[in-house]
């Protein structure tokens, strides 16, 4: 494989993974995150296991046009990307209206439009090429409204939206946009969101970081416009056809409250 793909938020969890999935297959990667330190020893490592090209961007993606910083060094150093991951993206756990405003605006800025503004930089050269495949990562949160987490279940409900969408757009291009939608998973997710103690994951085995991100590179490949990782998230995320919102609504509240 003599493809590069660029992964946002790629020194932890699922990004991490995904680096190593795809330089396992010979791929070229450009990571961005925002701890230099992490990006360098990330680096290291890839390079001496596979043989392989890795470019690091130290970027803070909530940071207004840092998107567009990343897109114009990499213009500036002719490198092609032929899979955009939008991996980057963190939650808050608390009442809204407890919540501090700072870190909802970052939260919007990395989940949304860091994400929005990528895929906008990378796609219109994918469709000149006719090739080219993005992969957006969002949640099954992004299937009912979320008390407690209200704003970052609305972030995910833009990511399967929006991605959904610009993969019907591109259908004729030969260009594919895949919506990842993981369930709780091991990583450092529950930690910085404070949901150590809710329902959703205490007590709970959760699938590991590698198994979703190996699911979901596969999907990628395979040009599949939503990948659910696990089949209990399947049957919940679909389940909430069949029941009325208000009622979805407090089941999220239930599980998502502290034990």
């Known amino acids: 494989m003599n493809k590069t793909a660029l992964i946002t938020g790629a ?43 890795v470019y690091i961007i130290e970027k803070d993606l909530s940071i207004k046009d840092s998107a567009k910083d990343v897109f114009d060094e990499l213009i500036k150093n002719n490198i092609t990307i032929d899979y955009l991951i939008n991996n980057a993206g963190f939650g808050d756990y608390g009442f809204f209206n407890d919540s501090d405003w700072g870190k909802l605006e970052r939260m ?13 930089l990378f796609l219109k050269d994918m469709i000149k090429r006719r090739d080219g495949k993005i992969m957006n990562v969002a949640s099954t949160a992004a299937f009912q409204s979320g008390p407690t987490m209200a704003v970052y279940y609305a972030t995910k409900a833009y990511v399967l939206s929006f991605s959904e969408a610009i993969n019907n757009e591109v259908k004729n291009s030969r260009v594919t946009v895949t919506t990842l939608c993981p369930g709780a998973t091991q990583s450092g997710f529950q930690e910085a969101a404070s949901l150590q103690e809710s329902r959703l994951v205490k007590g709970r085995k959760l ?53």
């Open 207 to 259: 699938p590991t970081s590698k198994e979703v991100a190996e699911y979901g590179y596969n999907a990628m490949l395979k040009g599949k416009s939503v990948a659910i990782h696990g089949i209990v998230n399947y049957l919940l995320a679909n389940s909430v056809r069949f029941f009325p919102r208000s009622a979805v609504v407090k089941i999220t509240r239930f599980i998502q409250d502290k034990r």
């Open 108 to 120: 919007i800025n990395l989940n949304i439009t860091a994400l929005t503004q990528l895929t906008k």
């Open 11 to 53: 020194t932890s969890g699922i990004g991490y993974e995904l680096a190593y999935i795809h330089a396992k297959q010979g791929g070229n990667v450009v990571l961005v995150a925002r701890s230099k330190d992490k990006l360098e020893q990330i680096k290291k490592d890839l390079e001496n296991k596979y043989k392989i090209d």
